[in-house]
């Protein structure tokens, strides 16, 4: 297997086509009134918010845009409106600052010197909003988590990872542009720095110490079975670096399972005991 970009192309037609299906029989199945999610201008989230409303119409998707004074960023207020405009959804604006202040008082062992601790707590508020408006109105919570990042555990657990469903999970970063262009968002909003908005200034490839487009080359490897020097000699890179990338990948499993359990009867919940999911 040559590891070049060619590996990562798909027909994006027929992509598009088959989440947009995924997204809709999982709405009709569950009997709900539509879709929520996150919008927060980036490309992830974008991406999910248009294939939701050719899915299901644009108006029973709602977008939640959900600043907060530490991070508020008005680019990407206006990028998140912009898609929303495009794809006819509907939205609404929330300052959760008022919460997240609220929590950091309440919490005994708060402390704001502590970066990660604190963005996660930012993140698993959002879900709180979000989920609140999936139990009252009734909709589906649309995850925008894609391959890159899930595989790399670069996400809060029970934060921006929870959703009901997760539609473009299985496409690298660098896939998801390309079907983001596919389907018409704007050139500006699919080259802009990716960032989970946890804390000023940060972006994902800084904190990954890795660009997209030679990551999901080097997880497109690992996932396909290839040994670490086979990837590392034919990207040109020291083997040291796709070690690196393969021991966060597994390091990280535990984000990525549902809760362990001890085995003690015939089948268990989240191990051998799967249902189709009706609601």
């Not at 657990?157 to 018409?184: C, F, N």
């Not at 080359?217 to 396909?224: A, C, M, R, T």
């Not at 984000?255 to 051998?272: A, I, M």
Request: aromatic share 8%.
């Amino acid at each position: 297997m040559k590891l070049t970009p060619s590996v990562l192309e798909l027909d994006w037609t027929e992509v598009q086509e088959k989440i947009q299906r995924f997204i809709k029989d999982y709405v009709e199945k569950a009997r709900a009134n539509g879709i929520v999610l996150g919008l927060s201008g980036g490309i992830d989230s974008s991406t999910v918010a248009a294939l939701s409303a050719k899915a299901v119409g644009g108006n029973k998707v709602l977008g939640l845009l959900l600043p907060e004074k530490e991070t508020y960023n008005p680019r990407d207020m206006e990028h998140a409106k912009l898609v929303a405009e495009k794809f006819r959804l509907k939205t609404e604006t929330i300052d959760i600052t008022p919460a997240l202040e609220t929590l950091k008082k309440t919490i005994p062992i708060f402390d704001a010197e502590d970066k990660l601790s604190k963005g996660n707590l930012k993140a698993r508020t959002r879900m709180l909003y979000i989920y609140y408006y999936a139990n009252k109105l009734n909709l589906i919570v649309c995850g925008s988590s894609d391959k890159s990042e899930t595989m790399m555990g670069y996400f809060t657990k029970w934060g921006d990872i929870a959703a009901d469903i997760s539609p473009i999970m299985d496409l690298y970063k660098t896939q998801v542009r390309e079907l983001a262009s596919h389907m018409g968002i704007p050139k500006e909003l699919v080259e802009k720095p990716p960032s989970p908005a946890l804390w000023p200034g940060q972006t994902a490839e800084e904190e990954l110490g890795i660009k997209y487009e030679l990551l999901d080359l080097i997880l497109y490897g690992l996932e396909h079975f290839m040994k670490t020097e086979e990837i590392a000699k034919q990207l040109g890179l020291e083997k040291e670096l796709v070690e690196r990338v393969e021991e966060r990948w597994r390091k990280t499993e535990h984000k990525r399972r549902t809760p362990l359990t001890t085995k003690l009867q015939y089948r268990t919940v989240g191990f051998d005991f799967r249902m189709p999911s009706t609601r």
